[in-house]
């Protein structure tokens, strides 16, 4: 099986990568438009900021790619929140596969919430629904890194709760996205990408 991971200006690509040795998979960290088209998965992570990465995806021609993708193609945490139509993050056009905006963490002067943004950590998904929690146990625990997030919407496959609730995976057709780092959530986040390889 070819795995085809989007090389763009994004960091935590490398650990995507080891995530899949330790499942017995060779990814391809590739920024060329045909690997990507050829490859039986495609996957779309990234830790960085959205306007960059946005301007980087259309100097490479990458966001057509991406949007016109027929094979599974999972976006991680940045990943995902660039499947969306619009980010608050540098008031960033998206790619607009998913309808969702993408908002900032609402923190007021002198919470007492103990809230702070970026959420860092461990935090439980729950509702979840399809292929890409097979076998997976509600309210288990998955990595998070983030300041923002996906608002709930129709495609939504999961949802988390951190100073509100939000979405924190969604599907669409073959397009799937999680907020959290699976790659960094031990037994349960090799889980989800074995259902993703498995797809």
């Not at 969306?84 to 007021?108: M, N, Q, W, Y």
């Not at 919407?153 to 924190?168: E, K, Q, R, W």
């Amino acid at each position: 099986m070819k795995v085809a991971i989007i090389k763009y200006n994004a960091g935590n690509v490398q650990s995507v990568l080891f995530a899949l040795e330790r499942i017995g998979v060779n990814g391809l960290l590739t920024d060329n438009p045909q690997e990507i088209i050829s490859a039986d998965k495609v996957i779309f992570p990234g830790v960085g900021e959205a306007s960059g990465a946005m301007k980087f995806l259309k100097e490479k021609k990458l966001d057509a790619v991406i949007k016109d993708l027929k094979q599974p193609t999972l976006g991680i945490c940045l990943g995902m929140q660039l499947m969306c139509k619009h980010s608050e993050e540098g008031a960033t056009e998206c790619l607009g596969i998913i309808d969702p905006a993408v908002c900032r963490f609402p923190l007021k002067k002198g919470d007492k919430g103990g809230f702070k943004v970026p959420q860092i950590g461990w935090n439980n998904i729950s509702n979840l629904k399809g292929k890409l929690f097979e076998g997976i146990p509600e309210n288990s625990f998955m990595y998070f890194v983030h300041s923002y997030f996906v608002q709930q919407n129709t495609n939504s496959v999961a949802s988390t709760n951190y100073i509100l609730d939000y979405c924190s995976a969604m599907q669409k057709e073959n397009f799937y996205a999680v907020q959290f780092h699976p790659e960094k959530s031990s037994d349960a986040g090799e889980k989800v990408l074995l259902n993703f390889l498995n797809l």
